[in-house]
């Protein structure tokens, strides 16, 4: 693995008004670091994805993989580690200034376009690392272990959007500040899906805090420990590295971030925390779909058209 790129300027906030106002405060850091995979090939969007990184695929005119960040920056996060794969250049390119592009936009006097266009590259500090092979989640956060250090951080999938009124990787970070164990979110799904995830089951401490005692990845139909899915955001101690480094090959014959956080659970203790939030599936067609939906209509000058569209589709679909 080799660090692509150094480190990218600034500081910023939330979505573009606040990250356009200087008088919008920065959450407190109880983590200064993320992760954010990034190198997976996309197949289930394919076409698209053959040229596209899956991550720059947009909800509404936002590439998803920006919401992903901007929800780490709104948690206090200094450092974005991208895991990145070939041919994903676009992605490093989103988060730097596009110089001609801003002076072009200037040029014709569309100043607030250029400007958002730079509150993108200043909105955090990115490293970007490249994941040579695609050897599954696990390795994909091993690959970080340099930039990381010897701290706890926070990972992000890119797939998974959590909606929310504190962003969703702040609150596994109370957890862990309180508890000083490794934490990771978690969400009731039905008991016909829960072979579709890793699964965790423990002892309820309330508030939404879950002691696990047992997390398995993708367990087969009807042999699932619980209905507690694992979702992507997770808050993990530095120890998380040399337990990876051993880990064998598991489910898919990949390493399995799952079956790290097994042996994690066992030698420095697991939690889990209900979180609290509307999350959408990104990495899903369907998911995909609801979650443009959603965001659009949290969008004054979108919402009237997309409902009144949305009311004509349901009045002529026939069942």
């Known amino acids: 693995m080799a660090i692509l790129t150094s480190l990218m300027g600034g500081k910023g906030a939330n979505r573009f008004a606040a990250l356009m106002s200087a008088n919008t405060p920065k959450a407190e850091s109880l983590i200064r670091k993320c992760v954010i995979p990034a190198a997976g090939l996309g197949t289930r969007f394919l076409p698209a994805t053959k040229s596209v990184p899956k991550e720059m695929l947009p909800i509404v005119d936002t590439p998803t993989l920006q919401y992903i960040v901007e929800e780490a920056v709104s948690a206090g996060i200094e450092d974005v580690v991208l895991i990145n794969g070939r041919g994903k250049g676009a992605i490093e390119d989103h988060f730097d200034i596009g110089f001609e592009l801003e002076t072009t936009l200037r040029?014709?006097?569309?100043?607030?376009?250029?400007?958002?266009?730079?509150?993108?590259?200043?909105?955090?500090?990115?490293?970007?690392?490249?994941?040579k092979e695609p050897k599954g989640l696990g390795h994909a956060v091993l690959c970080a272990k340099s930039a990381i250090g010897d701290e706890p951080f926070g990972v992000l999938l890119g797939d998974d959007m959590i909606d929310a009124e504190?962003?969703?990787?702040?609150?596994?970070?109370?957890?862990?500040?309180?508890?000083?164990?490794?934490?990771?979110a978690l969400m009731?799904?039905?008991?016909?899906?829960?072979?579709?995830?890793?699964?965790?089951?423990?002892?309820?401490?309330?508030?939404?805090?879950?002691?696990?005692?047992?997390?398995?990845?993708?367990?087969?139909?009807?042999t699932a420990p619980s209905n507690l899915a694992v979702i992507g955001r997770y808050v993990l101690p530095p120890e998380i590295f040399p337990i990876l480094?051993?880990?064998?090959?598991?489910?898919?014959?990949?390493?399995?971030?799952t079956d790290g956080l097994a042996t994690?659970?066992?030698?420095?203790?697991?939690?889990?925390?209900?979180?609290?939030?509307?999350?959408?599936?990104?990495?899903?067609?369907?998911?995909?779909?609801?979650?443009n939906i959603a965001y659009a209509l949290k969008r004054p000058e979108l919402r009237g058209g997309l409902l009144e569209y949305m009311r004509e589709v349901v009045k002529t679909e026939k069942p």
Do not use: C, W
């Open 166 to 184: 504190e962003p969703g990787i702040r609150q596994l970070a109370r957890v862990f500040r309180k508890y000083n164990q490794a934490v990771i």
């Open 107 to 131: 040029a014709r006097g569309k100043t607030a376009d250029a400007d958002k266009l730079r509150a993108i590259a200043e909105l955090v500090r990115v490293v970007s690392i490249r994941q």
């Open 264 to 291: 994690l659970q066992q030698s420095h203790g697991l939690l889990g925390y209900k979180f609290k939030g509307q999350r959408y599936d990104a990495g899903d067609k369907v998911g995909y779909l609801k979650a």
């Open 188 to 222: 009731e799904v039905p008991d016909d899906e829960t072979h579709m995830y890793g699964i965790a089951a423990g002892t309820d401490l309330g508030d939404g805090v879950i002691r696990i005692d047992r997390v398995v990845e993708k367990p087969k139909k009807g």
């Open 245 to 257: 480094e051993k880990q064998t090959p598991g489910v898919g014959g990949e390493i399995q971030l």
